[in-house]
């Protein structure tokens, strides 16, 4: 259980890194080392699993920020990357303002693999959107269409793998003893999330270009 003070401190680094994201997205760095940082989060963390023999519940890549920090790293520019960036932006969030970390005493590989790899994604994500974003892009039908699916997919593989991926079989804050409310609640959530950042991005990106007009 973190204290105040980590809490107050994981989400102040969050804030920061989302201001240092915005001002240096175009010094290739800057991106090359969150990248890295990212790739080395990811060999670490699955070394870690594959040598302790984790069963498949677990040692998966199916939770949404994972889903996405393999998407940022590997996925080419589109639709699908602009959405799972939206996504990895809403997931990092939710994971920091209520962190659910491995149950290993500090300091532990899994607790740093969660903090650095959330922030690495995070960085990414916001890299990505400020370089490529397109306002055109999503419909709320297809945000909506593709969290479904994509929590539908992960629920077949929680039962296939008696895992907990994407929190749908017990989710933090509400009673997990319904599995369609969970599946309901969640995706509601999280498409509100996209849809709000999705809109948020886009105001960005109308301001931004109307600057680039006046300075003309």
């Known amino acids: ?66 889903i996405c920090m393999f998407a940022m790293l590997l996925l080419p520019t589109g639709k699908i990357k602009q959405y799972l960036a939206l996504l990895g932006i809403g997931g990092v969030t939710m994971a920091l303002i209520y962190p659910v970390m491995d149950a290993y005493q500090f300091p532990h590989l899994t607790i740093f693999s969660y903090v650095i790899g959330h922030y690495a994604l995070l960085v990414n994500c916001l890299v990505y959107l400020l370089k490529h974003y397109d306002s055109s892009a999503l419909t709320l039908r297809q945000i909506a269409g593709w969290t479904f699916g994509l929590n539908l997919f992960l629920i077949f593989a929680n039962v296939l793998t008696k895992g907990n991926y994407g929190m749908l079989m017990d989710p933090p804050l509400i009673s997990g003893h319904l599995l369609w409310l969970n599946y309901l609640v969640i995706s509601l959530v999280l498409v509100t999330v996209i849809c709000l950042l999705n809109g948020l991005f886009g105001q960005l990106f109308e301001r931004t270009r109307e600057n680039i007009t006046v300075e003309k």
Request: with cysteine; proline share 3%; charged share 10%.
């Open 1 to 66: 259980m973190l204290t105040l003070f980590w809490h107050v401190s994981l989400l102040a680094v969050m804030l920061i890194l989302i201001v240092f994201s915005y001002k240096y997205y175009s010094n290739q760095r800057f991106v090359r080392f969150f990248q890295f940082l990212q790739i080395l989060q990811l060999i670490s963390l699955y070394s870690w699993y594959s040598w302790g023999h984790f069963p498949l519940g677990e040692s998966l890549p199916l939770y949404h920020c994972r």
